[in-house]
T-cell receptor, first 115, second 116 residues
Framework: GAGVSQSPSNKVTEKGKDVELRCDPISGHTALYWYRQRLGQGLEFLIYFQGNSAPDKSGLPSDRFSAERTGESVSTLTIQRTQQEDSAVYLC?????????????FGPGTRLTVL | AQSVAQPEDQVNVAEGNPLTVKCTYSVSGNPYLFWYVQYPNRGLQFLLKYITGDNLVKGSYGFEAEFNKSQTSFHLKKPSALVSDSALYFCAVRDLVGGATNKLIFGTGTLLAVQP
């Protein structure tokens, strides 16, 4: 596709349930990022994948959060035992390689609501 | 600690007037700075970036930003605002600490409202 795609666009779940969010990066982009955007706040870094290197998980807020990436393609972000404070928009981005000044291209996000 | 500050939650400007959205940063070393725009219910779109060289950077949709090292600022500007420029604007700096991580540190965003 032409841009980063994410699914679902909206997810409503009950507290305690697990959710899985999906990101399809731009073809050829080796770097992939997940961010969280809470209402009225800036973006908060969660995790970063670059090629076959070990991911940088330093932004994951708790062990309920995990993410995987298959090669240089699709990534899934999993939140286990969701809590109300997990409600946010989850944004995925990709960039061309690991060059530090390459801009990141963002998907439209998944709006997660935990009841 | 590295950080980005956007001191204004909202900027109001009349259509046709010049606009400025402020951003200051704090980093160790040379900064890589970015501006993104977020329209309602859409993801972030890249506007422009500063890496090195000319302090005035030109980007998409007629926007430009001026890098000022002495003031550690990277303000976003446009000579003549359009109603369609109304959106949420984020300033970001590349995290240069922590090895090869290329994560961005974002400001809290500034809502730009352009009145017709």
């Amino acid at each position: 596709g032409a841009g980063v795609s994410q699914s679902p666009s909206n997810k409503v779940t009950e507290k305690g349930k697990d959710v899985e969010l999906r990101c399809d990066p731009i073809s050829g982009h080796t770097a992939l990022y997940w961010y969280r955007q809470r209402l009225g706040q800036g973006l908060e870094f969660l995790i970063y994948f670059q090629g076959n290197s070990a991911p940088d998980k330093s932004g994951l807020p708790s062990d309920r959060f995990s993410a995987e990436r298959t090669g240089e393609s699709v990534s899934t972000l999993t939140i286990q035992r969701t809590q109300q404070e997990d409600s946010a928009v989850y944004l995925c981005a990709s960039s061309l390689g690991a060059v530090m000044y390459n801009e990141q291209f963002f998907g439209p996000g998944t709006r997660l609501t935990v009841l | 600690a590295q950080s980005v500050a956007q001191p204004e939650d909202q900027v109001n400007v009349a259509e046709g007037n010049p606009l400025t959205v402020k951003c200051t940063y704090s980093v160790s070393g040379n900064p890589y700075l970015f501006w993104y725009v977020q329209y309602p219910n859409r993801g972030l779109q890249f506007l422009l970036k500063y890496i090195t060289g000319d302090n005035l950077v030109k980007g998409s949709y007629g926007f430009e930003a001026e890098f000022n090292k002495s003031q550690t600022s990277f303000h976003l500007k446009k000579p003549s605002a359009l109603v369609s420029d109304s959106a949420l604007y984020f300033c970001a700096v590349r995290d240069l600490v922590g090895g090869a991580t290329n994560k961005l540190i974002f400001g809290t965003g500034t809502l730009l409202a352009v009145q017709p």
